[in-house]
């Protein structure tokens, strides 16, 4: 690999822009180049403007860094956004016409017709949809934390066997609603059924995600979902509980067999972030737990378990994935290395 690629972050101090820090310090091909906040924390340097609530330490060179106005004038031509949604949309319509490629983890863009939303190992295929799009630019975007985890599991499965209906019962960590998030006495030692937005999308965004891909123009599939949505006071870590009605109902050990055999795109090109397994089944009842599991592939691959019949639906079984990390951060550098693997930053 010749000279790394400068990278801007925006939102750099939030909860997501800080697992990108971590994650694109000595990252073998993307170099922190820019960092990008709001008016309270620009100006400043870095770790005068975050709290800093990542394991590993700040890297003192990028403490230093004074963080810019989150304004389409940097130097940086690759933008990995995590911007509050209220501000998301306006200002990454303006860095893709200011002709950067701007990968997203907000929600604003998610439904354009011409914006792959995109889980690299789910639907590589989708970025036929750039050739669409008319700024001088590009946006893709990075789906709900928790869709992710859900379809990553589902996509062998709806591969091999077709789903008809999904329901699924999400318990979501604390991290999920960004820093400083919920207040300890509404969280602690309780559970919060309802979190704004979140049971819309993980009822639509699978059903994008999942769809076919003919001449740039995307196919739905036939697929029903229904979703309930908790948070729970778990730092780190969405757990899922899900059960699935398949077209054609397969056994046990073949769904078992799909999820262990499952490679994509970022495993054949190697890619630095991408886990050697996407998926990671256990047969042991009391797994996945998120202390134990979410940071599996340095955070980046799912974990599955508890597989059994239902007596409603065909199958249910229990989905794991680290929110910061696979659900945002780390899923959006996963795009932007597929996005270099393909020359698709040749002009950067
Ligand atoms: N947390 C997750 O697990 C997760 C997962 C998937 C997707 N997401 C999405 O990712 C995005 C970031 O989430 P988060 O949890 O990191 O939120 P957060 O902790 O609240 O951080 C928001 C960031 O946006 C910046 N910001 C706010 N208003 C701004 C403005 N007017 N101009 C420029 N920057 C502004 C903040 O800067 P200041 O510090 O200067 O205010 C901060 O850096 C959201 O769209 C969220 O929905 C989050």
Redesign the pocket.
Known sequence: MNQKINVAI????????QKFVELLTDHPWFQIAEL???????GKKYAE?VNWIMQTPLDQEIGEMVVK??KANLSSKLVFS???????GE?ETEFANGGYTVIS???NHRFDDDVPLMIPEVNPEHLEMLKNQKSTGTIIT?P??STIGMVLALKPLHDAFGIDTINVVTMQAI?????PGLPSLDILENVLPFISGEEDKMETEPIKILSSIENGKLKSPDIKISAQCNRVPVIDGHTECVQIKFKTKPTKEDIIKVWKEFRSEPQLLNLPSAPKLPIHYFDNPKYPQPKLHRNLENGMAVSVGRLRECSLFDYKFVVLSH??VR??AGGTILIAELLKAKNLLSEI
């Not at 991290?175 to 820093?179: E, L, V």
């Open positions: 925006l939102g750099a101090t939030g909860s997501v822009g990008a906040a709001s008016e309270r924390s620009s403007a106005e989150a995590a911007l509050d949604s209220s501000v998301a200002i983890n907000a929600r990075n709900n934390c991290s999920g609603s960004g820093y929110n910061t659900g945002a």
